[in-house]
């Protein structure tokens, strides 16, 4: 049984694919060989054996279907793998057969093929964010003085540039992806222990061995086994999940700015392809959605990754094996959510008249605090505030503009001119920081 299509909405193929079976199999395979790698180096095999096992180490020798079900029967795939491994280089080369597997154990085996397979994942996901990055930039670079109406708590505010909010974004990203590669710098790191840990089958060589290892699979070596402290793999899974966060922000903001009533951004012709089944005027966001999705189901399986953090002696009992399914899974949403956010924002674009008009409908109250600023220190604050709160209300009340309202009371006509008050009230004039970026 397959869950191809709900899987598929929220990732990409290419990253379902280094989680489905026969990769994490030819993973699992590939720790094998470098393992018979590093003993025929260090001299505890020849290198003809070293050799006979690497020829079998092959996925498509192995019957996935029955690994499966005894994998069910152990509790792990290696058990069986490594039995079916066993005879296949037995009947290549009887000797070779006795360094299958030799002093290492299954725990090695399975997170090293982990890490193996979210190195490539990581590189995936990197193309979009690349993607994602460059769209913002060449937004930003074309929206210096495209003007909008900022909002707080969902409500109009003051005025910014649609360059503002997109550095915003780009800010976020650039940061979330600066400590994704941190992390990994970390997190990356083989997995050999042996049976507790010490790499006891190996003595003195013990860390020569893992060193000889990690050099083969092109793996970090820490020095130590990460058997039962997962920090750093739970540190490396949580700078994923705030980069899901931060693209899931993209689309969140791109989702309300799309609803019609609002209309400040639009896709590019033909690029919205969300349709509905019952009402055919509707296209939906579909990559705001995807992203959206991403974030409430990256923040659960976060929360199942920490909840069994410590683990039991030298060996978990349940917590570790949870891993299993949750790491692939946050890896597989966060490359649906990049890949979903790339898409959207490279046919992303603001309508400048629409954020004209909805600055405008607002007649001029979204320049109360400038006002109110400039007000206070010829009333004090007390006074002026009074002053801009009731002025604002009528114009909203009489939907007519503020300086009409404003230049109808004399306690502010005596101390501003009409140019002056018409100048404050300029949402281009009221900028800040975003009027040099």
Known sequence: ????????LHSSLQVMDLFE????????????????????????CKESHSKSIEKKCKVSHFDLPGLAEAAAEHGTVVVPLVKDLTKLVNSLDPEASKYVHYGITSQDVIDTALILQLVKAFEHIKLDILLVREALERLSKENKTTLMLGRTLMQPSAPITFAQKVNGWLFAINNDWERLEREANIAFSIQ???????????????????????????????????????????SYCSAVAMLVGSLGKIAKDVSLLMQPEVGEVKLAEGAQKGSSSAMPHKK????????LAS???VSGLMSTLFSALPHEHERALGGWQQEWMSVPQIMEVAAGSAKAISQTCKVLSPDTNKMRHNLDILNGVIMSERLMLVLSEKLGKVEAKEIVARACERAQEENTQLIDVLGSDKRLTDILSMSELDRLLDPSDYLGSASFK
């Open 192 to 234: 050999m222990g042996g049976a507790v840990g010490n790499l006891s089958a190996f003595g003195k060589n013990a860390n020569n061995l893992r060193e000889l290892c990690a050099k083969k699979l092109k793996l970090r070596n820490s020095g130590n086994s990460w058997h039962v402290y997962r920090n750093n793999l739970l």
């Open 21 to 44: 079976d026969s990769t994490m199999i030819q993973s699992m395979l590939d720790v094998e060989c470098a393992l018979a790698y590093g003993l025929a180096e260090l001299k505890i």
């Open 295 to 297: 974030v409430s189901r």
């Open 284 to 291: 939906n966001p579909v990559g705001c959605l995807v992203a």
């Open 1 to 8: 049984m397959t869950n191809l299509i709900f899987r598929r």
